[in-house]
């Protein structure tokens, strides 16, 4: 199926991206009409296509918690000054990006109680980040959080494979199974970075996990 992929940071996707209207991104734009997605068996439906496969939701599951558990590992053995410095990405820092990655995590367990995803779409990461001004209270926090999903994940294990509800988001609804995706590869994308950005800084990770290794998992070939 012909298509056109643009990037808002460039002229050309710049313009492309204002004459549609200025969507939220990322967006796909039928007949003129943008919709925001969160995940791509979003785009399969919009389509009318079949959605495309992908892990069972028990085994995306355990990957986060073990990108989760890499992250927390990860800032715990970090200066508090290369926490709190920019990053390429976007000039976000480690703490930033934690509460980008890592925070939305903590929301997965009441999303499969509730049927509903409460992580918005208005930017509160820097505030959030604010709330957290040691090396340590922010490991603390990712900790926690690893803690807290791995232990739902491991009590739902056998459910997980065979309940998959219906999930309202603020980027649309989407079975449970998709969102895990999508947390999957949001939280693998942005340790990939932290990664790259410590490797830089000459600093070798202290979990040196690869999320290139998780089973299905496409990322961008750009880090940044």
Known sequence: MPF???DRHTAEGFARWQAAGSPAIPSIEIDGTSTL???VSQVAALLGLPA???PAA?????DIAVVVDSWAANVRALPWELVVAES?????????LTMNAVY?????PAAYATGTFEWGLVDMDEQLARGYGTTEALADFARRVHDEYAAFVFAHEDVLAESDPWIDAPRGRMRFSDLLGHQRFHI??????VVAFLQERGVEPAHPFRVEHLDGLTLPGSVF
């Open 104 to 108: 939305p995590i903590s929301l997965l």
């Open 37 to 39: 997605i969160m995940h």
């Open 4 to 6: 056109e992929s643009v």
């Open 188 to 193: 693998s994308f942005h340790h990939r970075q």
């Open 88 to 96: 390429p990405s976007r000039g976000r820092s480690i703490r930033n």
């Open 58 to 62: 028990t085994r995306l599951a355990y």
């Open 52 to 54: 495309p496969p992908a």
